[in-house]
């Protein structure tokens, strides 16, 4: 039985960076991961999907390269490489965070753990043989797991979950994919791109729901405009899978019965508790979350939880922040663990979308004075030489101070971009702050200096 100030269940954003804050601060930490360091983020989430988003937008720069004044012969593409590619990305980042582990002096067990009401932790390792680990502290960073509908059977092959299409052996010539949040609207770009008929089947009245109406307004014109089948404020009824492909019963405003060679479920994740916790383990949930204090702490003692894990925003980057404020309250008394406040969200379709903040209905929900400022991508010179034009940067600055409420870009690298407006919003910038930077000149960044010159009636270029 092995000793630790540390033992932190699951290594993906929130475990191996918790684990490595840790290890920093002197302690002695070990990471228990079921399949491999990195988590469902590096591995079947984040870094794969967007390595088969940046296929699918080189290949469309490809077949548009006429724009550019190059001559391309007939184009054409190997989808299992597109998928390999991926998949080599994802492994290549494994061994990475593995090594920083090792460097670290952080010690690293493949295998499943569950937590015991003793608070010992017992391990099944991948060659079948068992061990305890036993530690002062034990951090929950298991993360969630896709959500499947009631009803439904996942087969990875004609029904899928989002880690089953990031393998994809074969591309469907037809799919409908249950959910236009982020994971929906990237598959959809992504499978529409390489010529598969994608239909994307919301609930809500909008593509992108939680973002701000008049951005996800634009994405949905766009995807639209791209040939994908937008059906919003309609849920999935039922739904027949065979050997040849799905048929699914919609209800609602766009009630029908639509066939396709396979059909993807993002309709959102939950909790992967069952798996983390041993029989007799009782943890305090809401709404099937692991419900923690002030700081991060469960309601069993000694037992914390970061990341997923806890509830939304399920970001990788809340969940790295969140573990580090778990481990500097666990080692330190003295400090005050933060909670997320503002942070960004980001969606890596063409046109990418990104947003920080309020947006402009929950802004006027909590009756605040702001002024909104836009500023479109035709009116930006680097916009326009690098092709990219279609897109906007709105910003919301508060009255009568002039602080930043909230962000929402819409265009060409809208994900890049938001990271200025967070730093602005931490450092507490004003609108004549931001307008009394120089930009470089010709910039994506601009943008943001003009769109928060419009909201207060400075704009120059529109």
């Known amino acids: 039985m092995a000793t630790y100030d540390l033992a932190v269940l699951g290594g993906g954003p929130a475990g191996y960076v918790g684990a490595i804050r840790a290890a920093q601060l002197g302690k002695k930490v070990i990471v228990i991961e079921k ?19 940046k296929n699918a937008e080189v290949y469309q720069h490809i077949l548009h390269a006429e724009e550019y004044g190059i001559t391309t012969g007939k184009v054409s593409f190997d989808f299992a490489k597109v998928i390999g590619r991926s998949r080599n990305v994802s492994d290549r980042i494994a061994k990475g965070v593995e090594f920083l582990l090792k460097a670290k002096k952080v010690d690293y067990l493949v295998g499943e753990g569950k937590l015991g009401t003793d608070r010992k932790i017992k391990v099944k390792t991948t060659d079948g043989k068992s061990q305890v680990i036993e530690a002062t ?52 770009y992504f499978l529409n791109s390489f010529g598969t008929k994608v239909t994307l089947v919301e609930m809500k009245p909008r593509v992108l729901p939680i973002e701000d109406e008049e951005i996800s307004d634009m994405l949905g014109k766009n995807l639209a405009k791209q040939g994908i089948e937008i059906l919003t404020e309609t849920s999935m009824e039922s739904v027949t899978a065979s050997a040849s492909g799905v048929k699914v019963k919609l209800s609602g405003k766009n009630a029908k019965t639509i066939e396709a060679d396979a059909l993807l479920c993002a309709v959102g994740v939950q909790a992967n508790l069952d798996g983390a916790l041993d ?27 970061a990341g997923d894990i806890i509830g939304p925003p399920w970001l990788a980057h809340v969940a790295s922040f969140e573990a580090i404020e778990a481990v500097n309250g666990i080692f330190d008394a003295k400090y005050q663990p933060k909670k997320v406040g503002a942070f960004p969200g980001c969606t890596y379709c063409q ?6 903040g309020l947006t402009e209905a929950a802004a006027k929900e909590k009756k605040l004075k702001f002024k909104v400022g836009r500023f479109p991508y035709r009116a930006s010179g680097r916009a326009v030489a690098s092709g990219d034009s279609e897109g906007m940067v709105k910003i919301l600055i508060g009255e009568p101070h002039g602080e930043i409420l909230g962000a929402h870009i819409i265009g060409a690298e809208a994900t890049e971009l938001i990271g200025e407006v967070g730093l602005g919003m931490t450092l507490e910038a004003t609108a004549d702050e931001i307008a009394g930077t120089i930009h470089a000149h010709p910039t994506l960044t601009e943008m943001i200096k003009e769109a928060t010159e419009a909201a207060v009636g400075h704009a120059i270029h529109i």
Do not use: H
Not at 35 to 53: H, M, Q, V
Not at 147 to 170: H, I, Y
Not at 351 to 356: E, G, K
């Open 35 to 53: 399949e491999r360091a990195g988590g469902t983020c590096l591995n079947w989430g984040c870094i794969p999907s967007k390595s088969l988003l």
């Open 137 to 188: 502290n034990v951090m929950l960073a298991t993360g969630c797991l896709p959500r499947v509908l009631p009803g439904m059977k996942v087969d990875g092959k004609v029904v899928m979950t989002s880690r089953e299409a990031l393998e994809m052996k074969k591309q469907p010539k037809s799919i409908i994919i249950l959910g236009a949040g982020a994971i929906g609207v990237e598959f959809a």
């Open 279 to 305: 029989a007799g383990v009782k943890l305090d949930l809401d709404r099937g979350y692991v419900k923690v204090d002030g700081r991060y702490k469960s309601s069993m003692a000694g037992v914390f939880a």
């Open 351 to 356: 046109p990418q979308v990104a947003s920080i």
